[in-house]
């Protein structure tokens, strides 16, 4: 069949395969004369392997053109009487016969056999059409289905995103809770073990305990990070150093980002203070630093810039919602793929992503919007496609009294309390009642403590010379603020003083806490212990019916 395949070109140009079959004809007879002492009688089985190659090469055309050139030439050269058409004799007729039988025999085989092969030639040629056919139509479905695979994956994980959001939130509010309670502890006991000490100690005792503080702090910060990620943070405008902020944050956003963007930060001199949320501040900061990194898959230049600037009536104008004035700007630059002017227009849209599927929800730029508006500040893009995106925060500069968070630590002397002043500690986590009770001795207030808001007001229907209640808000059965409702309907004198390591809603109202709310978060140090305390009484009696 292969000798066929190879011969198929041949079959389909008739101008060669009949004269071949009158070559193979010709030779056959100069052969015949050549070897006539040698041969005789017969002479016509000397023609049919010519017959054969004719048919082998031209089908059945070329074969029967050399069979009967062949019988011509055997009768009139081979056979006597010579130069005799038609045979003389019964045993001439009978060997004509049989030499026409048998070439007939030998073309029809041939003949069968390439139609044979042509058949089994199409058939091949219509099956290896058929498998090219059936491939495409496989890849193509196969990549119909993945694409619908995929889209639907993809509806599916932004629809259980959304579902659990709200029960992330909660557990993450919920470790935290326990997290900050345990902080709480291990941070009022370094604190109190330092103010204890009588300065005599081994110095590397003294190095110990305030590494260990250090660590807490930090432990500290990283939950409040993720309570404000989880958008569970209350909103409690400060006054801000951006400078010492930025600075703060560079190890941080080092460590986030990775060794494949080069962050270089430009800090101007004598930048004007702020007054915004500094935890929510510092969460946008990085919201918008991990935004310029995905836009810079492949690394690249991450420049934070803080600068003084003034917003004018044109630009006012132009941005309505934008009020003329003094800002502080920070400015958040990279150096990666940039944002086409429809993307820029969209951006700060709830649930809008330009990431793939599970890459993003789509509501981190839409909660720095949120909070940069509620802080009656301003935000603006400026993007080119392939150049890199600027994103700058205007927030409205504060002129007042210098007292930004993060001063130096240890400013102000600690605040010490009397006997006469009787402090409540409502709080159902004992090791923590009992440290912030100790805490307080220390300090030198009398104390008096409850597991629940049952059992405190039983105590204050016992003592009624309680000055002021430091409660936890997420307690069983009966919350803080639930108690503190009910003091200051019996004991409107009695202050109240608010502490959890998880806000929920209780004295948090659309992220800001409620006007006239005093709250000290968990974890808390001996410190700030004493100055929030001392800040609540020192404070003017309220009025009848004022709320806390």
């Known amino acids: 069949m292969d000798l066929l ?4 070109w041949l079959r389909h140009r008739p ?3 009949y004269p071949l079959a009158l070559v193979a004809v010709g030779l056959t007879f100069l052969l015949r004369i050549a070897a006539s002492d040698y041969l005789s009688g017969f002479p016509f089985l000397s023609f049919l392997p010519a017959i054969l190659l004719a048919s082998f090469i031209g089908g059945a055309g070329p074969g029967l053109l050399a069979a009967v050139v062949a019988g011509f030439i055997v009768q009139q050269f081979f056979v006597e009487p010579h130069n005799v058409f038609w045979p003389a004799s019964a045993g001439q007729w009978i060997g004509l016969s049989t030499y026409l039988v048998n070439a007939g025999i030998i073309v029809g085989l041939m003949e069968m056999i390439i139609v044979a092969h042509s058949r089994q030639s199409r058939l091949r040629s219509e099956l290896n059409s058929f498998n090219t056919r059936l491939e495409q139509t496989v890849a193509k479905r196969t990549a119909e289905l993945k694409h619908e695979m995929n889209e639907n994956a993809a509806a599916q994980a932004q629809v259980r995103q959304l579902q659990k959001m709200e029960t992330i939130g909660q557990l993450t509010g919920g470790v935290a809770h326990d997290f900050n309670n345990m902080l709480a502890i291990i941070i009022g006991s370094l604190d109190l073990a330092q103010r204890r000490m009588t300065g005599n100690e081994d110095p590397r005792l003294l190095n110990s305990i305030q590494n260990a503080r250090d660590g807490a702090q930090r432990a500290a910060v990283l939950t409040a990070r993720l309570l404000a990620f989880s958008r569970q943070q209350p909103l409690a405008p400060e006054i801000i150093d951006a400078n010492k902020l930025v600075g703060g944050m560079s190890e941080l956003l080092r460590r986030t980002l990775g060794e494949q963007i080069r962050i270089e930060t430009v800090l101007a001199g004598g930048l004007w203070q702020s007054f915004a949320d500094l935890s929510q501040l510092e969460n946008s900061i990085l919201n918008l630093a991990v935004n310029a990194r995905d836009a810079m898959p492949g690394g690249g230049h991450l420049t934070i810039e803080t600068a003084n600037t003034e917003l004018d009536e044109r630009y006012a104008r132009m941005h309505s919602e934008v009020e003329a004035g003094q800002y502080v700007m920070i400015s958040i630059t990279d150096t990666g793929t940039g944002m086409s002017p429809e993307v820029i227009d969209r951006a700060f849209d709830p649930f809008y992503t330009t990431k793939g599927p599970g890459k993003g929800t789509g509501l981190g730029l839409s909660q720095v919007y949120g909070y940069i508006k509620q802080s009656g500040g301003h935000i603006k893009i400026y993007s080119e496609i392939d150049r890199g995106t600027t994103v700058k ?3 409205p500069r504060h002129v007042g009294v210098t007292d930004p968070r993060l001063s ?6 600690i605040p010490q309390g009397s006997v006469n002043d009787t402090i409540l500690v409502v709080e159902d986590d004992e090791h923590v009642r009992s440290m912030t009770a100790e805490s307080l001795h220390e300090l030198g207030y009398t104390v008096l403590e409850a597991a629940s808001g ?3 007001l039983v105590l204050l229907e016992q003592n009624a010379a309680v000055d002021l209640i430091f409660t936890d808000i997420v307690m069983p059965q009966m919350s803080g603020r639930q108690l503190a409702d009910i003091v200051q309907q019996k004991w409107p004198a009695i202050r109240i003083l608010y502490t959890t390591g998880y806000t929920r809603n209780a004295i948090v109202h659309n992220g800001v806490l409620d006007h006239g709310v005093s709250l000290l978060a968990k974890p808390f140090s001996l410190e700030q212990l004493a100055h929030k305390i001392r800040e609540l009484l020192n404070a ?9």
């Open 5 to 8: 395949s190879a011969t198929d």
């Open 15 to 17: 101008g060669y395969t």
């Open 393 to 395: 925060i205007y927030l």
């Open 408 to 413: 130096a630590v240890g400013a102000h002397p």
């Open 454 to 456: 049952m059992e405190a």
């Open 540 to 548: 003017p009696a309220r009025r009848e019916g004022e709320r806390t």
